[in-house]
């Protein structure tokens, strides 16, 4: 929710909570320099936790934080969300479910293009350009990085669903289950 409502504009999102390791190694590049952006009493886990899987190019962290952009504006982007019943309201829009082929062939959202978060940024032209694009997971913490590294890779149609796919369904919106479609 935090990076959502402001970040730093190109910056990727990896929530310190859930599979920060896994994510940061998958989606970062060990060649890169990172600069950590956290608050203050977790900025040294990070740090600890990116050297563990061999990030050592950490050169630093944003002081203060985000509070430290306070007056630069130009530097702040935020990223949309939209809740699973307001999803229907626009058009034109694609879902991208950055879940595994395994989650998504258990059940997807009818019409939605799969693209697993670890191949997201090399498979970005499968992405529509033109439209509202809602990217989703199984519970949000996945289509928050997805949709960081889609802005970053400078997408401005993208649009977070709150709470994924567990959230569709708990709304009652149709799915499809591909086990099933193909066995009908």
Not at 162 to 167: H, M, P, S
């Amino acid at each position: 929710l935090e990076f959502a409502g402001s970040h730093l504009a190109g910056s990727v999102n990896i929530p310190v909570d859930g599979k920060y390791a896994t994510w940061a190694g998958t989606v970062l590049d060990k060649e890169n320099p990172i600069v950590v952006i956290a608050d203050e009493e977790r900025i040294a886990e990070s740090i600890m936790r990116l050297g563990r899987i061999g990030f050592d190019h950490v050169a630093g962290y944003l002081k203060n934080g985000l509070d430290a952009l306070h007056d630069r504006s130009d530097l702040v982007a935020q990223t949309k969300r939209v809740t699973a019943p307001a999803v229907a309201e626009l058009e034109p829009v694609a879902v991208i479910d950055v879940r595994t082929e395994k989650e998504w062939q258990g059940g997807h959202v009818d019409g939605s293009i799969n693209l697993p978060l670890n191949q997201l940024a090399r498979r970005v032209d499968e992405v529509p350009a033109e439209g509202d694009v809602v990217v989703h997971c199984q519970g949000g913490y996945r289509s928050s990085i997805a949709t960081s590294i889609l802005q970053k890779l400078g997408r401005t149609n993208v649009i977070d669903l709150v709470g994924g796919y567990k959230a569709w369904v708990q709304s009652g919106l149709p799915t499809v289950d591909s086990v099933t479609a193909t066995n009908a």
